[in-house]
C-alpha cells in the first residue's frame, strides 16, 4: 500500500535558497506547459499530446528532467480531469492560472536515500553540465520502500514523501463509498454513493485565526520598539 508522509528537514542556507528556486523553476514549467496547450490549440485546434509536450519542455529548465516531466504530467492530469468533468455536465475550467511557485518531484532515480536520514536530490544535467546535488537531512525515515519525494510548502519548506509499507490493501466489503475532501474554507466536504452529502464551513474559524495573526503581529511590532525586559515590553508580551 502507497502511504504519504510530510515531514520538516535540516539543510544549510545555500540549499534553501536552491531548493526555492526549484519550485520556482517549477513554476515557470507550469506556465510553460499554459502557453504550449493555448498555442497549439489556437493553431489546431486540438490540445497538445503528452510527446508534444514533453519534447518541447525538454533540457531547457535547470532542474531534473523527471521533475520537469512530472509538471508535465500533472497538467496533463488536471486537464483531463476537467475535460472529464465537462461531459459529465459540470463546469469545470481547463487548467488556465499562471503560478509562481509549484512544487517540485523527484521519482525513481532523481534521489538517493542514506540510513541516517540523509537525503540526496539530484538536479541533473544543465547546459552540458551535472549540477551539485541537494543535500538536506530529516529525523526518521519512513519504514519501507520510498517511491517519490515532492517539495511542499506548509508555512515552511516540507518533504512529502510517498512509500511503498509492505501492507496489502483490505477489500472494501461495505455497500456504498464515500469520499471526503478536507480544506480551510469548507472544512469538511462529504458525498456517499447512495446520494446523501455535507459540507461544514469553516470560514468563521478562517476569519479568528486571521484576526489573532494581524493582533500578534501588532503586538510583535510594538514590542520590537520597546527595551526587551522592560515594563512596557512585559506589558505587551
Known sequence: MIRCMKTPFRASKETIDRLFEC????GEVWNRCLELAKETHL?????????????????????????????????LFARDAARKARKSGHKNKYPY?????????WANNGFEV??????????GDFEGKR??????????????????????????????????DGQEAKENTSVNRSAID??????????AENGENVVITGRKIRSINRLRNKKVA???????????????WKRYN
Open 23 to 26: 519550485n520556482r523553476v517549477s
Open 182 to 191: 478536507v480544506g480551510e474554507i469548507h472544512t469538511i466536504a462529504a458525498v
Open 114 to 123: 542514506f540510513e541516517n536520514g540523509k537525503i540526496q536530490l539530484s538536479m
Open 97 to 105: 492560472k499562471q503560478k509562481r511557485y509549484y512544487n517540485t518531484k
Open 43 to 75: 493553431k489546431t485546434g486540438k490540445w497538445i499530446k503528452k510527446s508534444a509536450l514533453q519534447k518541447a519542455t525538454k533540457r531547457i529548465f535547470p532542474i531534473h528532467s523527471q521533475s520537469v516531466q512530472a509538471v508535465c504530467h500533472k497538467y
Open 131 to 164: 549540477q551539485a546535488p541537494l543535500i538536506l537531512w530529516i529525523k526518521a525515515l519512513p519504514k519501507g520502500q520510498i517511491k517519490e519525494i515532492e517539495l511542499i510548502f506548509d508555512r515552511q519548506l516540507q518533504l512529502s514523501i510517498a512509500y511503498e
Open 218 to 232: 501588532e503586538l510583535q511590532s510594538k514590542m520590537s520598539k520597546c527595551t526587551k525586559g522592560s515594563k512596557q
